[in-house]
């Protein structure tokens, strides 16, 4: 037992001094494309390639809020195509936190995940917009998981919500949606009816059941009407959005507006 430990303990630091390499290198890579000398493109993608990987490690060695962290910097970075001074800020946001998690050798407790969580910067409202509406004040402060298996829908979510100042974190699985409410607790979930295990629909309604989302808006993405059979008996705070065309924007429009 005792050499199992001494392995396992030595993974552990070799993950540790890893991912530290890693952090100084997307530092690096930060702070060339910033300052001009290096290439946006290539460097935006080794910056995704890096985040990535610390997100598949990170909760196998006792780290599961630096995967967390990685993830939501890989969303931020998704639809990034340059990396200007204000964004290079907001970049490093998210690699102190790692950096410091790390070399401390120990997840935080629960409720400081989520404050952690919540503070990392988002892409929905740039700092420097001006007439900011009081609804996108308020969005601000309010977080949305989206779970869909496919990037398509999930673009489409983000892109809505993120034009009305809310803050969004992605999920492609049932999995993984379960993991980022018991982290973050999110204010809203919207999730896709398909998805790849445990459909949306029976995902939605153990979320529905949780304490941790007891008061929160939750959404599903689906084709099927409410009278359909396998809606039946779907939690009544579950508002059905429809993925028919126009009506998804009608649909999402509405759910939208019982946030605000």
Same mark, same amino acid.
């Given at each position: 037992?005792?050499?199992?430990?001494?392995?396992?303990?030595?993974?552990?630091?070799?993950?540790?001094?890893?991912?530290?390499?890693?952090?100084?290198?997307?530092?690096?890579?930060?702070?060339?494309?910033?300052?001009?000398?290096?290439?946006?493109?290539?460097?935006?993608?080794?910056?995704?390639?890096?985040?990535?990987?610390?997100?598949?490690?990170?909760?196998?060695?006792?780290?599961?809020?630096?995967?967390?962290?990685?993830?939501?910097?890989?969303?931020?970075?998704?639809? &990034?195509?340059?990396?200007?001074?204000?964004?290079?800020?907001?970049?490093?946001?998210?690699?102190?936190?790692?950096? %410091?998690?790390?070399?401390?050798?120990?997840?935080?407790?629960?409720?400081?995940?989520?404050?952690?969580?919540?503070?990392?910067?988002?892409?929905?409202?740039?700092?420097?917009?001006?007439?900011?509406? !009081?609804?996108?004040?308020?969005?601000?402060?309010?977080?949305?998981? $989206?779970?869909?298996?496919?990037?398509?829908?999930?673009?489409?979510?983000?892109?809505? $919500?993120?034009?009305?100042?809310?803050?969004?974190?992605?999920?492609? !699985?049932?999995? %993984?949606?379960?993991?980022?409410?018991?982290?973050?607790?999110?204010?809203?979930?919207?999730?896709?009816?398909?998805?790849?295990?445990?459909?949306?629909?029976? &995902?939605?309604?153990?979320?529905?059941?949780?304490?941790?989302?007891?008061?929160?808006? &939750?959404?599903?993405?689906?084709?099927?009407?409410?009278?359909?059979?396998?809606?039946?008996?779907?939690?009544?705070?579950?508002?059905?959005?429809?993925?028919?065309?126009?009506?998804?924007?009608?649909?999402?429009?509405?759910?939208?507006?019982?946030?605000?």
């Amino acid at each position: 037992m005792g050499n199992a430990d001494a392995v396992v303990a030595g993974l552990k630091q070799d993950f540790i001094e890893d991912t530290l390499e890693r952090i100084d290198r997307i530092e690096t890579t930060i702070d060339r494309v910033a300052g001009g000398m290096d290439e946006a493109e290539p460097g935006i993608a080794e910056l995704r390639r890096e985040a990535h990987t610390v997100k598949g490690l990170a909760g196998s060695f006792g780290f599961p809020l630096v995967g967390a962290i990685a993830h939501r910097l890989e969303d931020y970075i998704a639809d &990034l195509s340059e990396i200007d001074d204000l964004e290079a800020a907001s970049l490093v946001d998210f690699t102190s936190w790692i950096r %410091e998690i790390i070399e401390s050798g120990t997840n935080p407790q629960a409720e400081e995940e989520t404050r952690i969580l919540r503070s990392l910067p988002t892409r929905s409202v740039k700092a420097d917009e001006k007439n900011k509406t !009081s609804d996108v004040a308020v969005a601000q402060n309010k977080e949305v998981l $989206l779970v869909t298996a496919t990037a398509v829908q999930g673009h489409f979510l983000q892109r809505e $919500l993120r034009e009305k100042g809310f803050r969004t974190i992605t999920a492609r !699985s049932a999995v %993984e949606a379960f993991e980022t409410v018991v982290q973050s607790r999110p204010d809203a979930v919207i999730t896709a009816a398909v998805l790849d295990g445990l459909s949306g629909i029976e &995902l939605i309604r153990a979320l529905a059941a949780m304490k941790t989302l007891a008061d929160k808006k &939750l959404g599903l993405l689906t084709s099927f009407d409410a009278s359909h059979p396998d809606l039946e008996g779907l939690p009544q705070n579950v508002a059905i959005i429809s993925n028919r065309g126009k009506q998804t924007a009608e649909h999402l429009a509405k759910f939208i507006e019982t946030m605000l």
